[in-house]
Structures are given as C-alpha cells and as structure tokens.
C-alpha cells in the first residue's frame, strides 16, 4: 500500500508539472507535426483560394471561422499557410484551459500555441510576429449547429482594435466543411452544457465522429484566404 502511493504521488506531481512548467517549443517535434497536419490535408483533399498578388507582409492578425467543435481546422491552415507561403502566421491563440492540460498543453506551445487574449496577442505583435485566433472563441464553438455554419462576429470587435493600435493588418479566413468532420451532441445552444462552457470558457460539448467516436469524419476541406 505504502508502494502504491509513491506511486500516486509521483504520477500526481508528474501531471501537475506538465500542466504548469515552463516549456520551449521545439523545432524539430513542430516539424514532425507538420508532417501529420500534411497527411490530414491530403486525406480531407483540403483546397486553398487566396488572392492574387504577393502574400502579406510583416506581422498581421489570420482571424478563423468557424470555430468547430474539435478545431482541427487550425492544424490544417498551419501547415497549408507554410506550404504555400501565403498567411502563415508564427504563433496562434489557444483557450487559456486548453493550455493547462498535461501533454495537449505541449502539444500547442510545440505548434505555437499562446493564451488567446488581447495581452498575449500585443505581446507576439509587439515582437513582430504574426498571430492567428478563432475570434469567435468559445462562445462560436457553443453556438455550432450540426446542420448550419454559425459565425459569431458581432461582438467580436476586439481584434479590429488590437490592430488598429498595434498598425497591422486583419487577414480573414473561412474555413468550409471543417464543422462536417465531428458534430455535437447535444445539438441545442440552451443546454446546461453549453452554460458551462461558456462559464469555463473551454467546450465540454460531446463530440460526434465516425461511428460516435471521437474520430473525424471524411469531408472535404476548402480554406478560402481573404485579401
């Protein structure tokens, strides 16, 4: 018994220091994952419309719709926006609860991942980096219907502020068909599930996959880039 709790207390303590130490990112994991983001785009047969003309130049904020249950969405732009050259931003915002769970929290600060806020986004733009974020948030990913795209733009004027006074550039992003690869149970915006999201600020929406598992289902891609 008294072996069993060691054992209980070093993984305790372990799970902590991964949901709370200090972590750098790592080149090389990062590019191991762009590996797996390319697969992914090629299996959703992803196409990306973007503007003529030369890609933007020096540091903007990619604002995303729509948000989608499980934001897969976001590792296909990463890798898409680099292949092509076109938008790649070098950091992303992530929900600030996403960000302390052990091991999804490495698996976001390896691809880039900062709090999704206007204080770390000032920071990365400050350092002269570009900085992509769902702008919708969670309040888009509650909102998410399994038979309709939901855009929540309304109230969402912060990032139009941000860069007006940090002197960028606002770079839109639809993503189609990226909300058919899981959908949500339960399908209303009134549950009390979708109150605690709200007030947690992180989805704790079931997600709906291939056969009801948590396995995306097959649904062609398009990333439309706007000027």
């Known amino acids: 018994c008294r072996g069993s709790r060691s054992w209980w207390t070093r993984g305790g303590v372990g799970v902590v220091a991964a949901a709370t130490a200090p972590h750098q990112p790592s080149q090389r994991i990062a590019g191991m994952w762009h590996k797996v983001f390319a697969i992914w785009n090629e299996l959703f047969e992803t196409v990306v419309i973007y503007p003529e003309g030369p890609a933007p130049t020096g540091k903007f904020i990619l604002t995303t719709h729509p948000h989608g249950i499980i934001p897969i969405t976001g590792c296909l732009i990463w890798e898409a926006t680099r292949r092509l050259g076109y938008a790649a931003p ?29 204080a770390a986004a000032a920071r990365v733009l400050g350092a002269g980096q570009s900085y992509a974020v769902f702008s919708g948030g969670v309040t888009e990913m509650v ?43 339960p399908d209303r915006d009134d549950t009390w599930l979708t109150r605690l999201s709200r007030a947690v600020k992180v989805s704790v929406l079931v997600p709906v996959g291939w056969m ?16």
């Open 90 to 118: 070098e950091r992303f915002g992530g929900a600030s609860a996403a960000l302390h769970v052990p091991f999804f929290r490495q698996f976001l600060l390896h691809n880039g991942g900062v709090p999704a806020g206007r």
């Open 143 to 185: 909102l998410s219907k399994n038979m309709a795209e939901v855009l929540y733009v309304t109230k969402r004027s912060g990032v139009f502020s941000l860069a007006e006074a940090q002197g960028v550039a606002v770079v839109p992003l639809l993503a189609f068909g990226t909300t058919k690869h899981f959908g949500r149970w």
């Open 212 to 227: 009801g598992l948590p396995v995306p289902k097959f649904h062609k891609v398009t990333l439309v880039v706007g000027p």
